[in-house]
């Protein structure tokens, strides 16, 4: 079976430090993986997706960046952080062919900055 | 531009008090629309997809159905275990993103 892994699972950084928030998918090969963020009280937003090793598309300009260095890893990272990055944090991840594109959530990580 | 509402915003139920969230979409050539359930502090939880009008999917207490413009999950009889946030996203298009309704809040108390 697939398991998603996220961590940490909280994280309290001072604004203008870096950021890396890592996720990592077992049990299928060439997932479609995405990053969202969830604010309080809100839906979640689409931030990054990648179909592949090196392909990542951006949905929101930002200070955020992501890379996928291997096929089942995904890494959200950002040089400097600012207040407005709070938020809840999660991974997911697809097939990536056929008709089945429903995605499967992470456990989240939930990133304070103070 | 792909919109998802989902109404009510909030719900409290009597358990055993049976009732149904609405998911309005409007987009260019649905693919999929999707349930999810979250609970408070953790990622949401895939639920169902529906593909096509008049399809209808059940688990447990819960049953999701589809018309060419909305989707309604209803719970029957729901326990306080059902209480959680339940999010509704659609797929069009050629691409695989989902956009997400804000989400209901469902309270069962016993």
């Known amino acids: 079976s697939q398991t998603i892994h996220q961590w940490p699972a909280t994280l309290v950084q001072p604004v203008g430090s870096p950021l890396s928030l890592e996720c990592t998918v077992e049990g299928t090969s060439n997932p479609n993986l995405y990053w969202y963020r969830q604010a309080a009280g809100r839906g979640l937003q689409l931030l990054f997706y990648s179909v592949g090793i090196g392909q990542i598309s951006s949905e929101v300009p930002q200070n955020l960046s992501a890379s996928r260095p291997q096929d089942r890893q995904f890494i959200l990272s950002s040089k400097k952080l600012l207040l407005s990055d709070s938020g809840f944090y999660l991974c997911?991840?697809?097939?990536?062919?056929?008709?089945?594109?429903?995605?499967?959530f992470g456990p989240g990580t939930r990133l304070t900055v103070t | 531009e792909d919109q998802v509402t989902q109404s009510p915003e909030a719900l409290r139920l009597q358990e055993g008090e049976s009732s149904s969230l609405n998911c309005s979409y409007t987009v260019s050539g649905l693919r999929g629309l999707f349930w999810y359930r979250q609970d408070p502090g953790k990622g949401p939880e895939f639920l169902f997809t529906?593909?096509?009008a008049g399809e209808e999917k059940e688990k447990e207490r819960l049953k999701a159905t589809l018309t060419k413009k909305e989707s309604f999950l209803h719970i029957t009889a729901p326990k306080p275990e059902d209480s959680a946030t339940y999010l509704c996203?659609?797929?069009?298009?050629?691409?695989?993103?989902?956009?997400f309704g804000a989400g209901t809040t469902v309270t069962v108390r016993a």
């Open positions: 529906l593909y096509s």
């Open positions: 997911a991840w697809s097939v990536g062919s056929g008709r089945r594109h429903e995605q499967y």
């Open positions: 996203a659609v797929q069009a298009g050629s691409d695989y993103k989902l956009s």
